[in-house]
């Protein structure tokens, strides 16, 4: 199963690229994570936020490869505990499609991308920095894999 995380932003820190890599390149093929960054849209004065926001949206869905399981990252979705993530995870595995994690921009997903979502996750109740989301996702989707395979990384 390929996993694309497709989010919202472009040029992040360099801590942020390492960080999301590290985790990255750990996982196998069976799980292997791909990241598609969508440019922003302008955020500036006087600028149309609604219009900004629909425009990464209409992005975001052309970005989903074809037959992928579509998971929306968003504060409102269901927490899951490192455990249940696993689970999820073995889930998605054996659904046999990709899966698209959609992580939006400052104002969250477009209503679109929230529609097309077959799952809401959200990975806090706290609000997250966006480029800290894709270390975090990429981390917990390692640790998730290594408790599947009874790999050492996790320790609970």
Known sequence: M?????????????WVDEG?????????????LKLVEIAPGHRGKGADI??????????MLKAIPKG????????????WSTEA?????ESWMADGRDL????????GLAPA??????????????????PLVRVLLAEQLYRGWSLL????????
């Open 2 to 14: 390929n996993i694309y995380l497709i989010a919202v932003g472009n040029r992040m820190p360099r």
């Open 20 to 32: 999301y890599q590290e985790y990255a390149r750990r996982l196998p093929g069976e799980c292997a």
């Open 50 to 59: 609604r219009r900004t926001l629909r425009d990464e949206g209409e992005r």
């Open 68 to 79: 992928c399981r579509v998971v929306a990252l968003e504060v409102g979705g269901r927490s």
């Open 85 to 89: 993530l696993s689970q999820q995870m």
């Open 100 to 107: 698209a994690l959609l992580v939006g921009g400052p104002e």
């Open 113 to 130: 991308c929230q529609a097309c979502a077959e799952q809401r996750w959200s990975l806090s109740a706290l609000t997250l920095p966006h």
């Open 149 to 156: 395979r009874n790999h050492p990384y996790h320790r609970a």
